[in-house]
């Protein structure tokens, strides 16, 4: 089993709380699946204020975690 990470620019109010999002966009993402290993620091959406980190208005990544069969 292998995972794909796919990366997507949104602004930080639209993330929904559980989702996980990053400061890293999708070449990062890529490029560290193509090495087998992450070393970026990724965020879970809390109920918390969104005014908090990141800025409402700031733009993050929402992170989604596929899984691929071989």
Do not use: Q
Not at 17 to 46: H, N, Q
Not at 49 to 63: C, E, K, M, S, W
């Amino acid at each position: 089993m292998s995972v794909k990470i796919k990366a997507e620019l949104v602004t930080a109010r639209d993330l929904l709380p559980g989702e996980l999002f990053s400061t890293a966009g999708p070449a990062y993402w890529d490029i560290a699946m193509d090495k087998g290993s992450v070393v970026e620091c990724f965020y879970i959406r809390t109920r918390a204020h969104a005014d908090l980190f990141p800025g409402a208005n700031d733009t993050v990544y929402r992170i989604t975690i596929e899984r691929s069969e071989p």
